[in-house]
């Protein structure tokens, strides 16, 4: 019996690596954005109450992006089998953002290595949510590794725990789930109701990947070098508290990996919000933890990417 996901997989992971995220792509994540924009504005107006109208929201689009993959790639089995593979692998490399990550923080670390803080500011609020044009140099660099930890669970290890679970279209169904919740899953006033369900739901899918996180990103500190054991204490510790659901195992992981403490007071849309703290001070927060922290993150996508090679390897003998 032979499975057709690996080479999927391989291929896919392949291409995330050498091409990433390229600003020309037609990315599926961009009709998602545009359906939820468009969705909002007609829900809101035909739904008057604010939950509903959100959950209709998530079950259209994550049921969408699910049934249009399946559509899609059963519409392609007829064609010659070239066609459906080279289909599944497109879908699920746009799943993945190891090297775009990689790509937006070496961003913000070479702003701070020329010493222009309000650029690396402004780069950084590319991929953060919170208010950045008060940080500091030792902000920037705890906004930076933070979001590099979040965004390696989200963007990396989800989509790869999805996909062997259910394929492609499982993959692309939580793509959208976690695109609603980075568009109207905030705690802001706009969204505190519309957009309950979104986080709900990106909280509850993201549940075992987070804890599957801590493991990988002990094995992957210690294939680096960095601290192995005080990545998977921290995580278990300091992992688990907190406003934001499952990020601050990965992010607890990546502070005791570094020897840095990440956490503390963060502003969003001008209000504070208090982050318990994660990991120890051992190390200041400066600039080279940034490069450290991507090379941590690579080094997780490949251990959660042989882990999901060796999931599906062990599958087909089954």
């Given at each position: 019996m032979t499975d057709d996901r690996?080479?999927?997989?391989?291929?896919a992971y392949g291409a995330d690596l050498l091409i990433g995220d390229p600003r020309w792509f037609p990315h599926p994540v961009r009709a998602m954005g545009f359906a939820i924009h468009w969705g909002e504005r007609i829900l809101r107006r035909t739904i008057p109450w604010e939950r509903l109208a959100g959950a209709v929201?998530?079950?259209?689009?994550?049921?969408?992006?699910?049934?249009?993959t399946c559509w899609l790639l059963r519409m392609l089995i007829p064609s010659p089998p070239m066609w459906g593979l080279v289909a599944s692998v497109v879908l699920l490399f746009t799943c993945l953002s190891t090297k775009d990550l990689a790509v937006e923080s070496r961003q913000v670390l070479q702003a701070l290595e020329a010493n222009?803080?309000?650029?690396?500011?402004?780069?950084?609020?590319?991929?953060?949510?919170?208010?950045?044009?008060r940080l500091d140099t030792q902000g920037v660099v705890r906004a930076t590794v933070e979001t590099i930890a979040e965004s390696t669970l989200d963007g990396i290890l989800s989509p790869l725990c999805y996909f062997v679970l259910g394929?492609?279209?499982?993959?692309?169904a939580y793509?959208?789930?976690n695109t609603l919740d980075s568009m109207?899953?905030?705690?802001?006033?706009?969204?505190?109701?519309?957009?309950?369900a979104a986080a709900?739901?990106?909280?509850?899918?993201?549940?075992i990947p987070a804890r599957l996180s801590a493991a990988l990103f002990t094995v992957a500190a210690w294939l680096g070098w960095y601290r192995a054991a005080d990545a998977w204490r921290c995580a278990w510790r300091d992992g688990h508290g907190g406003p934001v659901p499952n990020a601050g195992i990965p992010e607890a992981a990546m502070a005791g990996a570094l020897g840095v403490r990440l956490g503390g007071v963060n502003w969003y849309e001008g209000r504070v919000v208090d982050m318990p703290y994660m990991g120890e001070p051992r190390r200041p927060l400066e600039p080279p933890r940034i490069r450290e922290a991507i090379r941590l993150m690579y080094s997780c996508s490949?251990?959660?990417?042989?882990?999901?090679?060796?999931a599906l390897f062990v599958r087909t003998r089954w």
């Open positions: 690996i080479p999927i997989l391989a291929l929201l998530v079950a259209v689009v994550v049921g969408a992006s699910y049934g249009v222009d803080l309000p650029l690396a500011c402004r780069r950084v609020a590319r991929i953060v949510g919170r208010d950045t044009h394929g492609v279209p499982l993959a692309v793509k959208a789930i109207i899953g905030h705690r802001s006033a706009r969204y505190l109701r519309f957009g309950w709900k739901l990106d909280t509850a899918a993201n549940w490949f251990v959660a990417w042989l882990t999901a090679m060796g």
